[in-house]
């Protein structure tokens, strides 16, 4: 079995009974695209499963997914127990469905994103309710799945208020904006000009007294970071490196008493929304239907509205699809799968899986 899906002891299985069989292993197909593998990591730790990241194939097959046929990792064996296979964005569809046909009855396929093949070939298939995908094994939610836990989140603040020092977090009686932003995409432009339109609303903020976190992706440009910077109060914001410091996103996410994020990103308008406090967009020239949609349905939950350049307070049921979508999975899993899943996950995760760590921003 190659290393790439070595499954590891987890917590769910510290404690099992002596000879009683492991639980099901997690693949989560990467496209090596964050955005796209923190949805089933997060899914296999809300089941409370070992998760480990096999790489999808690149050119040729990714040329032609997700109708390709690529054959299998080079070494790979199916594992000794059952699996859950997760592929989340179209290059990963044709891989996670090889995985299904080498399991056979020990698989189990979930789709996450709308896969571009009929929802039938997949035993389930996850997609935003802005996709407007339907079908009997279909499950549709406002926001995406991923890693973040409320618990996870409270550890990382308090860890992260201590290196931020006295006087900037919470303890400063200011207003706590923890600033998410993406980047260019083929729906939105994100470059200088809107980096320093960008950067004089949130000096506004500053002027009001507000303490500023900026976490940029993987997607942000240098150009609209620098733009952003070259506008604001230096002492009066601090930028985080979510890639190096594990308590920098959820730590941002756990102190923030507002949300600034920028429009283009899906996935961190809903990991901010788990919080159930303020989320400002913050608007850039484009746009897309689904993106429009997407942002409607977060304004009609009562969770987002557009960034101005000024605070306001409100609360709204928090959103977290991710425990929702694991029911469902857990639901639908044959009796001879379902029957191995551990009765709840323990802790923050298991041990030895591939974790969002240190939890970058989700772009």
């Not at 996410?253 to 996935?267: K, M, P, Q, R």
Request: positive net charge.
């Amino acid at each position: 079995m190659s290393e790439a899906v070595q499954p590891d002891m987890t917590r769910s299985e510290i404690g099992r009974p002596t000879g009683a069989p492991p639980p099901p292993l997690a693949l989560v197909v990467s496209s090596g695209k964050r955005g796209h593998d923190v949805k089933g990591l997060g899914i296999a730790a809300a089941l409370g499963l070992a998760a480990k990241l096999v790489p999808a194939p690149g050119w040729p097959w990714s040329l032609l997914a997700p109708y390709a046929r690529p054959p299998l990792p080079r070494g790979f064996e199916p594992p000794p127990r059952p699996a859950i296979v997760f592929a989340s964005g179209r290059r990963t569809i044709p891989l996670g469905r090889a995985l299904k046909r080498a399991l056979g009855a020990d698989g189990f396929l979930v789709a996450l994103d709308d896969p571009g093949l009929p929802p039938r070939r997949f035993d389930l298939v996850w997609a935003s309710l802005h996709d407007g995908l339907a079908g009997p094994n279909v499950i549709s939610t406002l926001t995406a799945p991923h890693g973040l836990t409320t618990a996870e989140c409270a550890r990382a603040a308090t860890a992260l208020a201590a290196k931020l020092g006295p006087g900037f977090g919470a303890d400063s009686g200011a207003p706590f904006v923890t600033v998410l932003l993406g980047g260019p995409s083929g729906a939105y432009r994100f470059g200088r000009a809107e980096g320093a339109a960008l950067g004089a609303q949130l000096n506004r903020l500053q002027a009001g007294g507000a303490r500023l976190v900026i976490l940029p992706s993987r997607r942000t440009d240098p150009a609209a970071l620098y733009a952003i910077a070259s506008s604001i109060d230096a002492d009066r914001y601090r930028l985080l490196d979510g890639s190096r410091d594990p308590d920098a996103y959820p730590g941002a996410i756990g102190l923030a008493s507002h949300f600034v994020v920028s429009c283009d990103s899906a996935n961190m308008i809903g990991e901010a929304a788990m919080t159930g406090r303020p989320v400002f967009a913050a608007k850039l020239p484009g746009g897309s239907a689904k993106f429009e949609a997407f942002h409607r349905g977060m304004t009609a939950h009562g969770a987002l509205r557009w960034f101005e350049g000024q605070l306001a307070d409100w609360t709204y049921p928090p959103l977290n699809s991710t425990p929702e979508i694991a029911d469902e999975i857990r639901r639908r899993l044959p009796p001879r799968i379902a029957d191995l899943l551990p009765t709840m996950a323990a802790g923050p995760g298991p041990t030895g899986a591939e974790r969002p760590a240190p939890y970058a921003t989700s772009d």
